[in-house]
C-alpha cells in the first residue's frame, strides 16, 4: 500500500521536491498538493518577464495540471490549508478538505514584508509578489501613470523596469545610499544607476518613507525630509519574511522561520520544510538554487530504505542575477572587501564593465560582475569546489579578458563537472551526454531533458554555446519545437496536416510520434486551431483541447465564477439591450457591471450553472471575449455627431464586427474605426486600425495595446469600405494560415515583415482573391456558441459542474 504524502504549498520549492521523490520513486507515494493561489506550479522569479512584456502567465507555468493528472498527483488550489494537527497527522484545509498523512512538507514560502506605514491600506499600494500583483500592476497602467517603487534592491529595480515597459513614469525610493548594497559594492551599483537612469528611472536615495497620502486610493508619498513626491502607485519592494504561521500554529520549532535538519526534518515526526519557510543553520534561503538543493536532498530522504546514510544538506553558496532587459550583473558569495580579503578587479568605464573577484586564502569567496557576466559559471564552480588559485594567471581566473579579440565562451575552458546551471544543478557534462545521447537540437529541448535554464533562465546563452560546441550547429539555425512532446515546429505540423490529411488532435499526436499520448496545454490548443484553419468544413472542433475560457465560452475569474460579455457591435447599444442586461443582473445577483475598454458591458462573476439561462435571458450574441477570434471593433461617434469626424465610423464598424465575428484565429484580434485623425477609437494600437482621412481611410496593421505595446504600420490608403474589407480579409487570412499559435498580429508583422504582407495582400491581386475566397469558407462555418448550448440539452449538462478546473 503507498504511503500519503501531502505538501502544503504549491510553489517552486515544493513541487521541485515532489518532482524529485517521482525521479527516484515514482510509485512509492499518493501525493496531495495543496495551493493558495488559484494557478497550477509556475516560476515566481519569472514574474518580472511577465511584468517586462517578455512573458506570458502561460509561459511562465513550470508544470500544467495535465502533468499533475499524469502523475496522478491530486491538486488543490485556492485552497490554503489552515490547521495540522501532527499527533493524529492530519491537516485540515479551507474549503473543508481533511486529509491524513503518512509524510507532510511544509513549504508555505514567504510573505512579503509590508512597511507598515500610515496609509500603506490606501487602493493602490501594492506588493510585488505573485501573479495577482503582476496583473494590478498592468491594469493600473491602463489608467495611470505615475509609479513610485519602493526599494532599490533586486525585486524593486525588476518591478520598476517592467512599470517603465508599461509607459508609466517611475521614481525609486531607497533607503540606503546606493542601490542593491546587498549584492553590489558601490562601484557596480553607481554603474548599475547610471544605466538605469539611462532608461528612464529617477532614483532618491537615503530616502525615508513617512507616510501614503490619499483619499482612497493613493495620491503622495511623503518623506521624513519633508520632501514627497505625487503618484497613483505605490509598490513596496522591501524584501520577504517566511510565512510560519501555519508551523507555528501546528506546533513546529521556530526562529526566523521552521527549524530543519539536514534532512530537512522539522521538530514533528514526519514533518519536513523547505524552502523560505525553512531555517537551516540559521539561515533562511530567498533564492532558487538552495530552494532546489533542499528538495532534492528531502526527496533522497524520503525515497530511501536507508535515510540515514544519504548525505544530508550542508548549506548553499548564494548568488544573484539581475533580470533587467539590457543589464548584465552577476554576485556571489563575499562581494565587500575586508581586511581578511584581496580583490582581482577590472574596471573598463570605455566599455561599461567592471569586475571583482574577492580572494581569501588563496580561494575565490565572492564576485561582483557588471556589464559581462559570461565569467560566472566559471567563479562559481570556484566558489563551490575551493580550488587554490595561487598559481593561476587572471585570464585563468576570468576567461573573458583572454587577449584575444575573438570572444571564446567559457564553456569551451570549463570541466564536465562544472555546473552551467546553478538553479537546477546541472552540469556541463549532464548537458553535453543529453545533447548526444538524445540528439537535441534546441535550447528549450535542453530545459525539457534536464531542466538547465527551467527557473531563472541566465544560463540559457551557455547552453546555447555548448549546443554549438557539441553539435557544430548554430543555435538561431535550428529549428524550435512546437513544445516538449515533438520535434515538429508550428510550421511542419501545418504542413503535415496539410500532406497527410489529419483530422484530429489526437490523429496528429499518432501519426507524427508524439512523446506524450495527451499533449500539453501548450500543442493540443494549437493542433485543434491548425486542423480547423487547414480544412474548416471537414475538420471539428475539439473542445477538450481548448482552454478553459473558450471550453465553457465566458471570462474565468480568480474566484471560479465566470465573466460573460454580450456583443455590441461597434459599441453600440439600445435601451431594449441595456434593460436586459439590467434584468439579468439583478435575477442572478451579478455582483458587477462593468464597461470595458472595448465599448462593451462586463458582467462578472456569474456562477457556471448560470451561464446558459444567463445567455437565453440576455437573448444576445456571444461577445467572444474569451477567445482566440475577433474580440470587438470599437468606433468613434464619427460624422453623425462630432464636429471634426469625416467619416461613418460607426457604420463601418458594425459592418466589420458582423463580417468577420467567430472567425478562428492564432490569437485575439481587435480592430478599430476612427472618423477622423484625432483618433478617437485608439486605432493605431489595434490589430486593424481604420482611421478616416478627408475623402478615403488608412488601415493600420500589426497594433498592440496590451502589455507589448505595439503602434500599428500603415499599411495602405483607399477610398471605400469595399476596399477596406478585401484588404482586412486577405490579411487576415494570411495571418490565419502563416502565424504561429498564440502570435499576436503584432510580432507576426515584426517577424515576416510589413514588406512582404504589402506584397502578399496588396500587389499579388491572384493570390489575394485566393487568400479571401479561402477566409470566406471558414467564416462560413461560425456559428453563435451561446446560441448553440441554450438550444441543446445535452450540452447544458456540462455546465452543471460546480468545480472548474483553471488552465
Not at 487570412?733 to 504582407?757: C, I, K, N, P
Request: aromatic share 6%; net charge negative; hydrophobic share 35%.
Amino acid at each position: 500500500m503507498r504511503e500519503k504524502l501531502v505538501l502544503i504549498g504549491n510553489g517552486m520549492a515544493g513541487i521541485r521536491t515532489i518532482e524529485e521523490v517521482l525521479k527516484n520513486d515514482p510509485d512509492r507515494f499518493d501525493i496531495i498538493v495543496f495551493g493558495e493561489e488559484p494557478h497550477p506550479n509556475y516560476n515566481r522569479i519569472m514574474l518580472s518577464s511577465v511584468l517586462q512584456g517578455d512573458a506570458s502567465v502561460d509561459d511562465i507555468v513550470l508544470n500544467s495540471y495535465e502533468w499533475y493528472a499524469e502523475n496522478q498527483i491530486t491538486l488543490h488550489t485556492g485552497d490554503a490549508v489552515k490547521k495540522v494537527d501532527t499527533k493524529k497527522q492530519v491537516v485540515y484545509s479551507e474549503k473543508g478538505i481533511v486529509q491524513s498523512y503518512d509524510k507532510l512538507i511544509m513549504a508555505t514560502g514567504s510573505n512579503p514584508f509590508m512597511l507598515p506605514l500610515p496609509g500603506a491600506d490606501k487602493e493602490g499600494v501594492i506588493a510585488f509578489r505573485n501573479i495577482k500583483d503582476c496583473e494590478t500592476m498592468i491594469e493600473t497602467s491602463k489608467n495611470y501613470k505615475k509609479a513610485v517603487v519602493i526599494g532599490g534592491g533586486l525585486l524593486g529595480l525588476e518591478a520598476a523596469r517592467g512599470l517603465l515597459n508599461l509607459n508609466m513614469e517611475v521614481d525609486v525610493i531607497h533607503i540606503a545610499d546606493f542601490l542593491m548594497e546587498r549584492q553590489l559594492d558601490e562601484p557596480a551599483s553607481n554603474m548599475l544607476k547610471e544605466e538605469l537612469e539611462a532608461q528612464g528611472m529617477r532614483f532618491h536615495l537615503k530616502k525615508n518613507t513617512e507616510q501614503i497620502i490619499g483619499r482612497d486610493r493613493v495620491e503622495e508619498v511623503r518623506f521624513t525630509d519633508g520632501s514627497s513626491l505625487k503618484t497613483d502607485l505605490v509598490v513596496m519592494a522591501v524584501g520577504i519574511k517566511p510565512n510560519i504561521e501555519l508551523g507555528k500554529k501546528s506546533g513546529l520549532k521556530t526562529e526566523r522561520a521552521i527549524l530543519v535538519n539536514d534532512y530537512m526534518q522539522t521538530s514533528a515526526e514526519n514533518v519536513y520544510a523547505v524552502g523560505e519557510c525553512a531555517e537551516h543553520r540559521g539561515i533562511a534561503y530567498g533564492l532558487v538554487a538552495p530552494l532546489y538543493e533542499q528538495g532534492k536532498v528531502l526527496a533522497a530522504h524520503l525515497c530511501s530504505a536507508d535515510a540515514a546514510s544519504e548525505p544530508g544538506y550542508k548549506g548553499s553558496i548564494v548568488y544573484t542575477q539581475l533580470k533587467v532587459s539590457g543589464v548584465d550583473v552577476f554576485s556571489a558569495g563575499v562581494f565587500q572587501d575586508n581586511e581578511k580579503t584581496k580583490a582581482i578587479r577590472v574596471h573598463d568605464e570605455f566599455e561599461g564593465i567592471y569586475k571583482k573577484v574577492v580572494v581569501q586564502d588563496n580561494k575565490v569567496v565572492g564576485a561582483v560582475l557588471f556589464g559581462d557576466t559570461g565569467d560566472s559559471p566559471r567563479l562559481l564552480n570556484m566558489m563551490r569546489s575551493g580550488e587554490d588559485i595561487s598559481q593561476m594567471s587572471k585570464v585563468a581566473i576570468l576567461p573573458s579578458e583572454s587577449s584575444s579579440d575573438s570572444k571564446v565562451s567559457p564553456v569551451v575552458a570549463m570541466a564536465d563537472g562544472e555546473t552551467i546551471c546553478g538553479c537546477n544543478g546541472v552540469s556541463k557534462g549532464e548537458i553535453c551526454t543529453a545533447i548526444t545521447d538524445l540528439g537535441l537540437q534546441s535550447v528549450e529541448q535542453v530545459k525539457q531533458c534536464t531542466n538547465a535554464g527551467r527557473s531563472c533562465g541566465g544560463c540559457k546563452p551557455l547552453v546555447a554555446d555548448l549546443l554549438e560546441l557539441t553539435t557544430g550547429e548554430e543555435v538561431g539555425n535550428v529549428k524550435e519545437p512546437m513544445c516538449g512532446c515533438t520535434e515538429y515546429t508550428h510550421e511542419e505540423v501545418v504542413a503535415e496536416i496539410r500532406e497527410l490529411g489529419l483530422s484530429h488532435p489526437r490523429e496528429v499526436m499518432n501519426v507524427l510520434g508524439w512523446e506524450s499520448d495527451e499533449g500539453c496545454s501548450k500543442c493540443r490548443p494549437a493542433i485543434n486551431y491548425y486542423l480547423q484553419m487547414v480544412d474548416p468544413i471537414k475538420n471539428a472542433d475539439d473542445p477538450s483541447s481548448r482552454f478553459v475560457n473558450e471550453r465553457v465560452h465566458a471570462n474565468i475569474n480568480h474566484n471560479g465564477t465566470f465573466t460573460v460579455v454580450p456583443r455590441m457591435y461597434g459599441g453600440v447599444t439600445n435601451a431594449d439591450q441595456l434593460r436586459k442586461i439590467a434584468d439579468v443582473a439583478d435575477k442572478y445577483s451579478v455582483p458587477l457591471l462593468k464597461v470595458t475598454g472595448g465599448q462593451r458591458i462586463d458582467l462578472f462573476g456569474v456562477e457556471k450553472e448560470d451561464l446558459p439561462k444567463v445567455w437565453s435571458d440576455l437573448g444576445m450574441r456571444s461577445g467572444s471575449a474569451y477567445a482566440k477570434a475577433l474580440r470587438t471593433v470599437k468606433t468613434c461617434v464619427g460624422e453623425q455627431f462630432c464636429r471634426f469626424g469625416t467619416q461613418d465610423s460607426i457604420g463601418l464598424g458594425i459592418e466589420l464586427e458582423k463580417k468577420f465575428e467567430y472567425i478562428n484565429t492564432p490569437h485575439k484580434v481587435k480592430m478599430a474605426v476612427s472618423a477622423c485623425p484625432r483618433n478617437c477609437a485608439e486605432s493605431g494600437i489595434k490589430d486593424f486600425g481604420v482611421v478616416g482621412v478627408e475623402g478615403a481611410w488608412e488601415l493600420y496593421v500589426g497594433g498592440n495595446g496590451g502589455v507589448d505595446l505595439r503602434g500599428g504600420d500603415l499599411f495602405c490608403k483607399v477610398k471605400t469600405k469595399e476596399e477596406i474589407i478585401v484588404t482586412i480579409s486577405a490579411f487576415l487570412q494570411y495571418y490565419r494560415e502563416h502565424a504561429r499559435y498564440l502570435e499576436r498580429t503584432s510580432h507576426f508583422v515584426e517577424r515576416v515583415g510589413l514588406d512582404h504582407m504589402k506584397q502578399v495582400v496588396l500587389e499579388d491581386v491572384e493570390g489575394r482573391n485566393a487568400l479571401i475566397e479561402r477566409l470566406e469558407i471558414a467564416l462560413s462555418t461560425g456559428k453563435d456558441p451561446w446560441k448553440e448550448i441554450v438550444e441543446n440539452e445535452e450540452k447544458q449538462k456540462e455546465y452543471q459542474k460546480t468545480h472548474v478546473t483553471m488552465s
